[in-house]
Structure formats: structure tokens, C-alpha cells
């Protein structure tokens, strides 16, 4: 498999789509914003923890830009997408943090000096993210976000972080008597591969941009060529 050919794409840069920089004001807001977002997520676990919403961040900017997205509300969205993921965790999964995270960010948007219409997009993009009911990304920005955050949970870092949260909530490494489509979630066989069969595998086929498509394509591979060896090898065929 040539991974090392995966990453080897030319991303866009800000002079590529000639995009104006951020005013002073605008860049004040997203420090602000950004702060604040890392203090929200001081305590979430190590799955969706800070480092989780830098990648985030940093795949937003290279893929908005090439989708002449409006940076200031995708970068304040990126930062701000997981900050309602406490309180889901808090609740094993029964508090959507797309829902509690869109209202906290109303919250954090309401005395910064950006216009109505741009904070509207910033919490759209947040409550939309997750994408589990009718509230479908229905901006540019709010499907760069999207599959950011979906591209994050593919591909090499989706298999360490499927692992890293299966181990957050206690669980085995495999169940190989217990098809995947039948364990429970937050459950001592929400395993890694658990979170493969049921949800992972099934990502790329929900990108929404054609960046998104392609760098899905790419991490599905290596997904795919990974669980085909971890299987074999937990059975002691290799």
C-alpha cells in the first residue's frame, strides 16, 4: 500500500484563492473564540480533546480555502465545533454535543463585534456538524466543516482514535463472538473495530465536498487494508 504517496496533494494557500486576510477586529474574535474553546475542552477525554479540534481546524483551512469559504465563520466554527462534548460524555451518549455545543457557541458569539449573519452560520455549522437528524450542513462552510470532522475519524488517526475511545470507556479489544451491529454503545464491547463496522467504514460515502470525497477515499484504504490485518492477526492467522 504506498501510504507514504497518501498525503502528497498540494493543498490550496490563501494566496491560491487570493481570499482577503482577517481584519484586526476578526482576528480578535477567533483568539477570543479559540481560548475559549480550549478552555471548554480542558477536560474531554483524550478522544475529542483539544488536539482533536486543531486537526480540525487545520483541515477546515485547507479545504475551505479551496471552497472560497468565509474564513473568519469556518475557523470560529472548527474551534468551536466539539465544545458541547463534556456534557454527551457526562451523559453516555444521551446529550447530542452538536445541539448543547451550538447553544453554548451562541452564547460565546453574542458580544463579539461580527456581523448577525455570520454568527448565524458560525452556530449552523456547529449544530449541523454531527448531521444525525434534519439539520443537514446547508452552507459552504458548514459542509467544509462537516467532513473535517468526519475526515478526522478515518484513516490512520481515525483508527488511533477509535482504540483511544473504546479504552476511555473500558472496553475490550475485540469480541469475536459478538457481531458489531449488536453490541452496545458506551458498553464494554464498544470496541475499535466495533466503531469500523458500524460507523467508520461508512464516512466516506457521506462527504459533501469534492476535497472531502478525495481525502476520504485515501483514508477508507487505509482503514480497510488495517482491519483486514487486525482480524487476522487477533485470530492468529498472521
Given at each position: 500500500m504506498p501510504e507514504q504517496t497518501?498525503?502528497?496533494h498540494p493543498s490550496a494557500t490563501a494566496t491560491d484563492r487570493g481570499g482577503p486576510p482577517p481584519t484586526p477586529v476578526e482576528r480578535h474574535a477567533l483568539a477570543?473564540?479559540?481560548?475559549a474553546a480550549r478552555g471548554c475542552l480542558e477536560t474531554a477525554r483524550g478522544s475529542h480533546a483539544w488536539d482533536h479540534t486543531l486537526r480540525v481546524h487545520a483541515l477546515c483551512r485547507r479545504m475551505g480555502l479551496r471552497a472560497a469559504a468565509d474564513m473568519v465563520v469556518l475557523e470560529a466554527a472548527a474551534y468551536l465545533h466539539d465544545i458541547?462534548?463534556?456534557a454527551q460524555d457526562t451523559a453516555n451518549g444521551s446529550v447530542c454535543h452538536a445541539v448543547e455545543g451550538a447553544r453554548q457557541a451562541g452564547?460565546?458569539?453574542a458580544p463579539l463585534p461580527l456581523a448577525e449573519a455570520r454568527k448565524a452560520n458560525i452556530v449552523h455549522c456547529i449544530r449541523s456538524h454531527r448531521f444525525r437528524?434534519?439539520?443537514a450542513p446547508a452552507t459552504v462552510e458548514a459542509r467544509v466543516l462537516f467532513d473535517a470532522d468526519k475526515l478526522d475519524a478515518i484513516g490512520a488517526v481515525g483508527v488511533a482514535r477509535a482504540y483511544l475511545f473504546a479504552g476511555e470507556l473500558g472496553a475490550r479489544l475485540h469480541n469475536s463472538d459478538l457481531p458489531p451491529?449488536?453490541?452496545r454503545p458506551y458498553s464494554r464491547d464498544d470496541t475499535g473495530y466495533r466503531e469500523y463496522m458500524v460507523k467508520l467504514r461508512a464516512?466516506?460515502?457521506r462527504m459533501l465536498t469534492e476535497e472531502g470525497r478525495r481525502l476520504a477515499e485515501q483514508r477508507h484504504a487505509f482503514m480497510v487494508h488495517f482491519f483486514e490485518r487486525f482480524l487476522k492477526e487477533y485470530a492468529g492467522e498472521c
Open positions: 497518501l498525503c502528497n477570543t473564540l479559540r481560548e458541547g462534548r463534556a452564547d460565546l458569539l437528524d434534519d439539520h451491529e449488536k453490541s464516512i466516506k460515502d
